[in-house]
């Protein structure tokens, strides 16, 4: 089961460094939040303070590194150019699916790696919930936690690709409740994260009566996992499952609804993940009510080409830009700076009951 599990996350990693698996048709709803441009900004662009805390633990930007992979040798150095990264800049990450070095403690370094780079840094450990069905409980996820000394734990919810994937577990029956039980049993906050189609005000309201510490929405707009099953499928012939991932390809609620729906729904922490590739997507997403914002698969070739501290500072400064071109000098006034809110998103927000005008009436006398 190791090695198959092994053998599992090697594709993925290939595939996301070889492959086109981007959504297609759907996106994640950033072309349609729009801020008023501030000609006398009034605020010294130096000075804008972008540090901020989540679950008590201080970043110097609202940033994460969103949970990519582990279990092979490659991954463990992607783990730790990560891992020195995110300790330089004083940023968070996440590490992949722990379930293969739960099942072959011989790959827990490719894990174990970030915490060794990253001594102090945010670091949140990672189980999926298809595993908690199956047996996985409240002592895999210390193991995982432990396996990484991390500060949380994210629960990763992936129906879309356990669907899709020919060896997937689709049975989530019972997940709730398994979930509920780890995030009592837990001394480090539960994140539970969608892994790229989204989460609906439904399904946070019940993670939150369970005691969830966190969400990270993962909304549709950025990679498809029933995509990068596509290419599995392909590659071992599998005509039936190829199909399956090409027809679900864009499948999900875009990052932007998902956003909204969980922050007006809900009063836990959101990570804003899902289609975020420029600083202003992470402004955006605090703005409508993430703490902060993730990203992975676009730092994977930037983490492989030696460019990725690079790639960060310019997503910070991209972010501080932004701030400076709409009049906020920290994280909290950004928080009630107007936008505007329109096209497909807007109309979701609608139909759902949710009213996107009042983010153009915050900060406005």
């Excluded at 029933?226 to 590659?235: G, L």
């Excluded at 992975?296 to 830009?321: R, V």
Aim: hydrophobic fraction near 40%; include cysteine; glycine fraction near 10%.
């Amino acid at each position: 089961m190791a090695k198959q599990t092994e053998g599992r996350k090697a594709d993925h990693l290939q595939i996301c460094l070889d492959e086109t698996v981007q959504a297609r048709r759907v996106t994640s709803g950033f072309e349609d939040v729009s801020f008023v441009h501030r000609a006398l900004p009034e605020t010294d662009k130096d000075k804008i303070e972008l540090s901020t805390s989540i679950f008590n633990h201080k970043l110097k930007a609202p940033l994460i590194v969103g949970a990519m992979t582990g279990g092979t040798e490659k991954a463990k150095k992607i783990n730790a150019l990560l891992a020195e990264t995110v300790e330089t800049l004083g940023l968070g990450m996440g590490v992949g699916s722990q379930r293969v070095a739960i099942e072959d403690p011989r790959l827990e370094e490719t894990f174990s790696i970030a915490r060794k780079k990253a001594p102090t840094a945010f670091l949140v450990a990672n189980i999926g919930g298809p595993q908690l069905v199956k047996g996985h409980g409240v002592k895999e996820s210390r193991k995982a936690v432990d396996m990484i000394n991390a500060d949380a734990l994210a629960i990763h919810l992936n129906p879309l690709q356990e669907a899709i994937q020919p060896e997937g577990e689709p049975n989530y029956k019972g997940v709730l409740a398994k979930i509920g039980e780890i995030t009592h049993e837990l001394d480090v906050p539960v994140i539970v994260k969608e892994t790229g189609a989204g989460m609906a005000a439904e399904e946070a309201k019940m993670l939150e009566s369970v005691g969830v510490a966190g969400i990270d929405v993962a909304g549709a707009g950025g990679t498809s996992w029933a995509a990068v099953e596509y290419y599995r499928s392909k590659m071992s012939e599998n005509i039936v499952n190829a199909k399956l991932g090409k027809t679900f390809w864009d499948w999900g609620i875009p990052t932007v609804v998902s956003i909204v729906e969980v922050s007006k729904s809900t009063n836990i922490p959101i990570i804003a993940s899902g289609g975020i590739r420029t600083g202003i997507d992470v402004v955006k997403s605090i703005s409508l009510g993430a703490e902060v914002a993730g990203l992975a698969q676009p730092l994977l070739k930037p983490a492989l080409n030696g460019e990725i501290k690079i790639t960060l500072q310019t997503l910070i400064k991209e972010f501080k830009t932004a701030m400076f071109l709409i009049g906020v000098n920290s994280i909290k006034t950004l928080k009630s700076t107007p936008l505007i809110i329109t096209g497909r998103t807007a109309e979701w927000l609608k139909a759902r009951g949710f009213t996107p005008e009042e983010y153009a009436r915050r900060g406005i006398d």
